[in-house]
């Protein structure tokens, strides 16, 4: 039996995070960002390393997985109105991630650096803040 869109979004939305709202986008891409980035931190330096830094290791399929987990939050930002100005500045730090992080030893280290996801996140939240804030959540 095949299954309508109107009930496929209801049942999407009846699953917590799993809606179309801007409150439901802003906690999977916060989830997305902390797995990429912040998934453990490494003792010793104190400083928290995701499957970014971890799956880049792998020279070519590890920096294309994680690309195009960077994409898909950016996708999602598409999804939520923001303008092209800010998708082609989140499309280009994936991208300077992506390139960087492939070149061998220099671009392991570049990723353990150079946060795409994160600031992606920053450039989302200031939009969610600005034309949804009743998203905004309290970090603590």
């Known amino acids: 039996m095949p299954i309508s869109p109107d009930s496929a979004n209801g049942a999407a939305s009846a699953i917590p995070g799993l809606g179309r709202d801007p409150a439901s986008v802003r906690r999977r891409i916060e989830a997305m960002e902390a797995v990429l980035e912040r998934l453990f931190v490494v003792p010793g330096i104190n400083r928290p390393v995701g499957i970014d830094s971890i799956v880049g290791l ?3 399929i590890g920096d294309l997985a994680t690309a195009s987990m960077g994409m898909w939050m950016v996708w999602e ?8 100005w800010q998708i082609t500045r989140m499309s280009a730090n994936v991208g300077v991630d992506t390139l960087l992080g492939a070149i061998p030893l220099v671009g392991d280290l570049f990723d353990f650096a150079f946060r795409s996801n994160t600031r992606n996140l920053r450039i989302i939240r200031k939009h969610l803040d600005k034309h949804h804030p009743s998203t905004a959540t309290i970090d603590g």
């Open 77 to 84: 930002a598409r999804n939520l109105g923001m303008s092209k």
């Open 58 to 60: 792998v020279p070519v």
